[in-house]
């Protein structure tokens, strides 16, 4: 039996366990591993020196380096995030619905753990512990498969999680890592029907559209963000700047940025010139269409290519359209359906925008950098998801849970 | 481009301008399909006569012949149908949560339709209009892929809703019937994410496992129901024999009918023979353990397989076990995680059984036989989803919408 296989079977026969198991229990399971992480500190940051190490020997990138490295206040962090979670509500057991029949049937749907989680990502050891946790918290057994690059630092994260689990009632099992980084470990995952019941990827867009193409568990696609913002005719000139330069720069290496900025030619007409100028002094790099590189000369020709790519850096492509419905047909056509602003004074606009657009969370006049589970409440996040099944936006403990329907007789019988 | 491609992109087209039809535009559209389908009845019927003398050419067995027959009866029951879904409520627009922030910021998740659903069915006409009147109530373009067995049938069908549509604000090209019933469609469809947000197969096994194992677009696994009773040792006799019955015999053909009982070994040794000798009684054939073969000469020996067996006919396997928890392991290793039931007067074993059985529907007390859209209060089904994600049961019109991130700014940005 392979190692993911085996993993696999303890997963699913925790997960059962985790059926019977009580919110303080699990809360108390949570604590106990965000002590053992303090506790374990030292050792923890050794293994995660050994990955920097390695990385630096093998010309990992400096971003990608500050992605693996862990130190005291990483560690704390990862401490704390564990207490905010165990404040929050546990959403197993809540009624969605219920129903009480003529026949004095009663029928309730409540809130279940989904099962088992897999979960592949890349890099970051805080998702390690995000993940594990997030999943517990929800009665889920959760099986992490993380990068190569951070195989030490994870290896020491969940030998911390194992130590606080065996001291709780939660079982030992419910967190299982796959050792083995290779590629067919992530292959074999794909096709764990059997024993997961979900796989979350989390991470570039090579790593989804294999998860996507091979996987037959059911997958919950996350992360991709080619995001938008629409400045219309009637957009006031300060809101605009604000708000696209707060969306482009406050951090652009992340989804929730935007990429592409869709101009209405009115307003360009009188305001376009000095939004560009202040882009391009800082930093950003325009692609613009003819009608931008024809009066802006520091403008490159955008080519195809530049509407459907999601820079993640000081970049930006830049588009004049003649009405709101064109904004739209090309966020339909390029965009990722993550994160998507309209910037108007019209109000039939602003409806039109937010109905039409396809996409997870749709914003008027304000920055596309509040999608998050924070942000919009959930106090947690696993992810954002860009598909429309299951969950949609940001992720929080809901979007891990499942639903059942609890069916109370006293011998009805269907006639 | 293929038939499939191109009435992909046709139906994404309509999706999008489905964003922006009103509650009452849908039903009246509704109307002009229920009343359309009176209109042609005549036609609609001879349609399905060369189906069924096709049918009857190929040496297609009487059962499926009766699923694809239509006739005065069974059109009127389509029309009523119809009405009975436009007095449902619109679940599109429902606000779902709500969150203003301290910065001014509202954040609002709205109940928003899914886009486009891929409908593969087989044989039964009835699920072409089904599955798209239950779409556009909740603003969904439609592709359904019946089988070559109805395709007549549906042909008459869908020129019938498109007749209807083109009177009415909603777009033709909502509907469209693939109507090439080739292998290689079928295939298509599987990969067809550009277009395609969902896809729900309606059929036998080997159909639903063709899809979840091809498909890359996002799949809600329905139907198969390999349904348990279990009979706890506190059982009380009368009720136990009258849940079983009814669970067996009222409807054998149908997914929420039990294929296998669990007998506590102590309630056996008073009452088994009993229920064995009715079950008999009644032509059905029982598949049993040793313990069952060894005290009922009826009774054939069962096979592993048989455990696994959906029999969907007279016939059911009988197990005894020592224990609650024994039937539950049981049931989750072979059940479809359709409907399970336990009968039982002991309290905490209800519970265990409920909370611990992994499956869309546990019931205490009651025939299983009640898992179904309209006995759980949602007036319509579209299917019974036996996956976790996304919709877990019988799905009513809400498991045909997604949600959005509404969120209403006045300049604000994230610092």
């Not at 939660?170 to 019941?197: C, G, H, K, M, W």
């Not at 409440?377 to 954002?384: D, Q």
Request: proline share 2%; glycine share 6%.
């Amino acid at each position: 039996m392979s190692e993911v296989q085996q993993k696999g079977k303890l997963a699913k026969a925790a997960s059962y366990q985790l059926n019977g198991v009580t919110t303080e229990e699990k809360n108390q399971a949570l604590q106990y591993i965000a002590e053992q992480l303090i506790q374990d500190k030292e050792v923890i940051l050794k293994e995660n020196q050994k990955d920097l190490q390695e990385g630096e020997n093998n010309g990992i990138s400096k971003a990608i380096l500050d992605r693996i490295m862990l130190d005291d206040t990483r560690i704390e962090a990862m401490h704390d995030a564990i207490f905010q979670l165990i404040d929050l509500n546990d959403p197993i057991g809540e009624v969605l619905e219920s129903l009480e029949k003529d026949n004095g049937l009663r029928v309730e749907r409540k809130r279940v753990p989904i099962g088992v989680i897999g979960m592949i990502y890349e890099a970051r050891p805080n998702v390690t512990i995000d993940a594990a946790t997030l999943s517990l918290k929800t009665g889920n057994a959760v099986i992490l498969r993380g990068s190569s690059s951070a195989k030490y630092s994870n290896q020491a994260l969940v030998a911390s999680i194992h130590q606080a689990l065996a001291k709780s009632k939660l079982p030992v099992d419910a967190v299982q890592l796959i050792e083995d980084t290779s590629r067919e470990t992530a292959q074999q995952l794909f096709t764990l029907n059997e024993y997961l019941d979900v796989l979350i990827p989390r991470g570039g867009k090579k790593l989804i559209q294999s998860v996507l193409q091979s996987s037959t568990v059911p997958v919950i696609e996350t992360g991709a963000g080619n995001c938008h913002i629409f400045i219309d005719a009637s957009a006031e000139k300060k809101l605009a700047m604000k708000l696209v330069l707060n969306a482009k720069l406050q951090r652009p290496s992340v989804c929730n940025a935007i990429e592409s900025l869709l101009i209405h030619k009115d307003w360009f007409k009188e305001h376009g010139l000095a939004l560009l100028k202040t882009l391009a002094e800082n930093q950003v790099a325009i692609y613009g269409d003819e009608n931008v590189c024809a009066v802006f000369s520091k403008a490159k020709q955008a080519t195809e290519e530049d509407w459907y790519t999601e820079y993640l850096d000081l970049a930006i492509s830049v588009k004049l359209v003649s009405s709101c419905e064109e904004a739209v047909n090309h966020i339909n056509k390029y965009g990722t359906r993550h994160s998507e602003a309209i910037i108007t004074t019209d109000h039939a606009n602003a409806v039109y925008f937010q109905q039409h657009v396809d996409a997870a969370a749709v914003y008027h006049n304000a920055s596309t950098r509040f999608t998050d589970g924070f942000e919009f409440g959930y106090g947690a996040e696993i992810g954002i998801s860009t598909q429309k099944l299951h969950a949609r936006g940001p992720m929080g403990l809901p979007a891990l849970t499942s639903s059942k329907f609890y069916i109370y007789g006293q011998g009805q019988i269907r006639e």
